[in-house]
């Protein structure tokens, strides 16, 4: 009796789980695409990808409750400011279309339950892994600052991706005043950058024309001092953003800092 108890509540999940897929193809497919997408694809997707999707809720929310709740509120009651992806990401596909009048909340629940066992897939998972820290490598090829770390990282960048984030729930007043740091920052950065690659090229020719290391001291004092004048820069945005956000604001990024 025991065993055949098993098997009826094993083939029951079961069904369950063949009908969640067949529901996710038929309410969900025909804008998100249900399998890995390639790195190259991903920008020219009309929604994101069920993967990316799932990926973002599971960063943000961890119980299977609470993720069928805001999933069954978000399919029947989209916003933006309820997006768990980027707020890039947001901008560049818009915000979905209630499906309220075509989708029950039991075929909402089905969905749910498939989506949180079997996405993200391991493999999109190590794939955005490998995209981030190539990213991240490369930011840190191309810094300007003599401190590269991730820790001391691009704060209004960051904010910019979680700017309309609910969970993080900046003010407008937040708002301006983060885009004025943003703006000065970045002005400052690129006239230092425009400078820096010149003398940079500078060095580089003179050393490939075998000139004396010598003739170029003068050059490499001012390389240094520009990256110093950038870290400079990059540390007062830091701290002038700090000053305008709220503990409950801080705590919320602290998980993207790489700290």
């Known amino acids: 009796m025991f065993k055949k108890s098993i098997l009826i509540a094993t083939v029951g999940l079961n069904f369950l789980s063949a009908d969640g897929l067949d529901l996710l193809k038929s309410k969900c497919a025909s804008c998100h695409m249900l399998e890995k997408p390639a790195p190259e694809i991903i920008p020219t997707l009309k929604a994101p990808a069920m993967e990316a ?141 425009t400078k820096l690659e010149t003398l940079e090229a500078e060095v580089i020719e003179a050393l490939v024309d075998k000139e004396p290391t010598e003739s170029v001291e003068k050059k490499i004092k001012e390389i240094a001092e520009l990256k110093a004048n950038a870290t400079r820069s990059h540390i007062r945005c830091i701290s002038k953003t700090l000053e305008v956000l709220n503990e409950e604001q801080l705590t919320y990024l602290l998980p993207f800092w790489g700290m």
Not at 82 to 95: F, L
Not at 172 to 179: A, G, I, P, R, S
């Open 53 to 193: 999707v799932m990926y973002h809720i599971k960063l943000e929310i961890s119980e299977k409750a609470k993720i069928k709740e805001f999933i069954l509120d978000y399919v029947l009651n989209p916003d933006a400011k309820k997006s768990v992806c980027e707020s890039n990401k947001v901008e560049q596909y818009g915000v979905m279309p209630s499906l309220k009048g075509s989708i029950t909340t039991q075929e909402i629940s089905q969905i749910s339950e498939y989506l949180i066992e079997h996405y993200p897939s391991k493999l999109f998972v190590e794939m955005i892994h490998q995209i981030q820290h190539n990213d991240t490598l490369n930011a840190l090829q191309n810094s300007p600052f003599l401190i590269n770390k991730e820790s001391l990282p691009h704060l209004t960048g960051l904010l910019i991706k979680n700017w309309d984030k609910k969970a993080l729930g900046l003010s407008q007043t937040q708002k301006e005043k983060l885009l004025i740091i943003r703006k000065e920052t970045i002005n400052s950065i690129q006239q230092i950058k």
